[in-house]
Nanobody
Framework: QVQLVESGGGLVQPGGSLRLSCAAS????????MGWYRQAPGKQRELVAT???????NYAASVKGRFTISKGSAKNTVYLQMNSLKPEDTAVYYC??????????WGQGTQVTVSS
């Protein structure tokens, strides 16, 4: 089992910034992908950004150039720096951990609201 603890959500004005953090613990694997997905009301959960254990990144087109995913100095920690936030970025953001064997774990979610 892998446990994911997220933090950093909140309310921010359009154009503002937030940083989300996710720390994984438990049965940590050497090959994995960590990332962030989001789900807005009435919409399906969608990929935001992912990063592999060796640092390869992938971004949704809607956030490319505004969001940056990175690994922390602490093992199995990942950050999502969100800049130039827009109202359409409002959603519950979920941390995701996928092992090399396809096991998938989710965090509890953190609310991000972009509104003036």
């Amino acid at each position: 089992q892998v446990q994911l603890v997220e933090s950093g959500g909140g309310l921010v004005q359009p154009g503002g910034s937030l940083r989300l953090s996710c720390a994984a613990s438990g049965s940590i694997f050497s090959i994995y992908t960590m990332g962030w997905y989001r789900q807005a009301p009435g919409k399906q959960r969608e990929l935001v950004a992912t990063i592999t254990n060796v640092g390869f990144t992938n971004y949704a087109a809607s956030v490319k150039g505004r969001f940056t995913i990175s690994k922390g100095s602490a093992k199995n920690t990942v950050y999502l720096q969100m800049n130039s936030l827009k109202p359409e970025d409002t959603a519950v953001y979920y941390c995701n951990y996928e092992t090399g064997r396809g096991l998938i774990y989710w965090g509890q979610g953190t609310q991000v609201t972009v509104s003036s």
